[in-house]
């Protein structure tokens, strides 16, 4: 009975670790490369949405790319910008910029590699490539 049970104690393990390894933990990268895509997202839903306020309308643009220098700036412009404090959306919206403004310069500060500083590039989405089929 106990050589049975070392058995399968070795087996839970081994199938233990296997599964860990396929679950590896999210890396900075990954982290605020998912964060910005979420905020990116928010910040389109609000602007399209009917029932909010029209001082959403004047809010700065927030197209992000964690790829680019300048998204410091604009998390920092976005996060700072006195208009639309009574819509919980948009306070909401500015919580997330912070924490990922946070994220980009505390933790993930040695991680990141930004490829360019063009401002103006994130003043208009590129829009995602059309798949043919």
Do not use: W
């Amino acid at each position: 009975k106990l050589p049975a049970m070392k058995m399968l104690l070795l087996l839970i393990a081994l199938l233990s670790a296997a599964l860990l390894a396929n679950a590896a933990p999210p890396t900075c990268y990954s982290r605020v490369l998912s964060l910005s895509k979420e905020i990116t997202e928010s910040f389109r839903e609000l602007q399209t949405s009917k029932i909010v306020d029209s001082c959403v309308e004047t809010l700065p643009r927030l197209y992000l790319d964690i790829h680019n220098y300048c998204v410091l700036a604009k998390l920092r412009d976005f996060v700072a910008y006195p208009g639309c404090d009574r819509v919980v959306e948009v306070n909401e919206l500015k919580e997330k910029a912070r924490s990922l403004y946070t994220i980009l310069i505390s933790y993930c500060r040695r991680d990141l590699v930004f490829l360019t500083d063009d401002c103006n590039a994130l003043e208009i989405p590129i829009s995602p490539p059309i798949e043919h089929s």
